[in-house]
């Protein structure tokens, strides 16, 4: 298994890999009326589209996609914060550190390019393996759409220093 810079030609596989986690894994956490209102924002033109705005991290198998991570900019032009979104890994893959991998690639990504926070809206499906890497709760309850905020402050900065 190896990270990966995304390519077009993976769009296809990338939307199947999140469609199925919706389906398969996530919708034991949320309604069916919510996975199908989620899976219509993950088609293979959405992922194409999210290469425009966001870097695109791909675990590959050979060159078969078994996992995505997008990183975006903060949403508040905030320098030195980043999202992660849309990370998920192809159900056969789970517990077999691939999305470890993407995820320290993810934060390898940040650090070079001078960030110091890293914000994830984890889904409740997910959130435990967020706070196994690292990552904080911003609150003890999800939010209004069912993710839990999670927060990571890179390098030896603290949230002191990532405020300056």
């Known amino acids: 298994m190896k990270i990966v ?6 769009a296809e596989k990338l939307s199947e890999i999140v469609v199925r986690n919706l389906m398969e894994v996530n919708s034991k956490d949320y309604p069916m009326h919510a996975i199908r209102r989620m899976i219509l924002n993950f088609g293979p033109e959405h992922i194409q589209s999210f ?5 695109i991290f791909v675990a590959a198998e050979g060159d078969e996609p078994i996992g995505i991570l997008t990183i975006e ?3 508040n032009g905030l320098k030195g914060e980043y999202y992660f979104l ?3 890994v192809q ?3 789970h517990r077999k550190g691939v999305g470890r991998a ?3 690639a993810g934060e390898a990504y940040v650090r070079a390019n001078g960030g110091v926070k890293i ?8 959130h435990a393996f967020y706070h196994k890497m690292g990552y904080a709760y911003t609150s003890e ?4 759409e069912g993710h839990y905020i999670m927060e990571k402050y890179l390098g030896q900065g603290s949230e002191e220093e990532a405020a300056r």
């Open 102 to 104: 993407l995820i320290a």
């Open 5 to 10: 810079g995304y390519q077009e030609k993976y």
């Open 51 to 55: 290469a425009a705005k966001r870097e």
């Open 91 to 93: 159900p056969e893959y």
């Open 141 to 144: 309850q999800p939010d209004g």
């Open 73 to 75: 900019p903060s949403w």
């Open 119 to 126: 914000t994830i809206p984890s889904s409740i499906t997910s």
């Open 86 to 88: 849309t990370i998920f």
